[in-house]
C-alpha cells in the first residue's frame, strides 16, 4: 500500500509541476513568532495552496528556531511529504488550541507520507530533533496569533 501511494505521489508530482518546479526557496512569506514554553519560534505562513505545495523545497539550511507554519481552511488529515526538500525535518500536527496532536520525523528528498493523526489546521515544520531537543511532545500547547493568541 505504501508503495502504491508513493507511485501516486510521484505522478502527482510529473502533472503538478508548476507549483513544485520553483528553482529556489520561497523566502518571501508573511512572518509570525510562535511560542512553546520558553522558547519562540520564528515561522514563514504558507497560507496559500501554491506556498504549502512549496513549502521549504529547495532550502539549503534554516536557522535553528525558524520553521514554516502551514495553514489549511478546513480540519482534515494533513499528510506531507519531502520532494525537493534538501533538510531533514519534524513535523508537528496541531489542533486549533494550538495542542501538538502529533509529530513525524521526515527524511529529505523522499516521497514517504506523513500524516497527523487526527483532523488538524495547522502543521508546523522545523529542523529535525528541534521538538525533541526541547522535550515537546503530543499534547504540548504552542502559542501565538493563529491559536488564539499568548497564553
Request: aromatic content about 8%.
Given at each position: ?39 519562540l519560534i520564528h515561522t514563514q505562513v504558507a497560507l496559500t495552496p501554491e ?101
Amino acid at each position: 500500500m505504501r508503495s502504491l501511494l508513493s507511485r501516486l505521489f510521484w505522478l502527482l508530482s510529473c502533472l503538478t509541476a508548476p507549483a513544485w518546479a520553483q528553482q529556489g526557496p520561497q523566502m518571501d512569506l508573511p512572518r509570525i513568532t510562535l511560542q512553546a514554553g520558553m522558547h519562540l519560534i520564528h515561522t514563514q505562513v504558507a497560507l496559500t495552496p501554491e506556498q504549502r505545495a512549496i513549502g521549504l523545497m529547495h532550502r539549503p539550511e534554516m536557522p535553528a528556531n525558524e520553521g514554516m507554519l502551514f495553514v489549511f481552511e478546513e480540519p482534515a488529515v494533513q499528510c506531507f511529504w519531502m520532494k525537493n526538500t534538501l533538510l531533514p525535518l519534524t513535523a508537528a500536527f496541531i489542533a486549533d488550541d494550538g495542542s501538538i496532536v502529533n509529530l513525524a520525523d521526515m527524511k529529505p528528498q523522499t516521497l514517504d507520507s506523513h500524516c497527523s493523526t487526527k483532523p488538524v489546521r495547522y502543521v508546523l515544520e522545523m529542523n529535525q530533533g528541534w521538538f525533541a531537543k526541547r522535550g515537546l511532545v503530543a499534547g504540548t500547547r504552542l502559542a501565538g496569533s493563529p491559536f488564539g493568541g499568548r497564553r
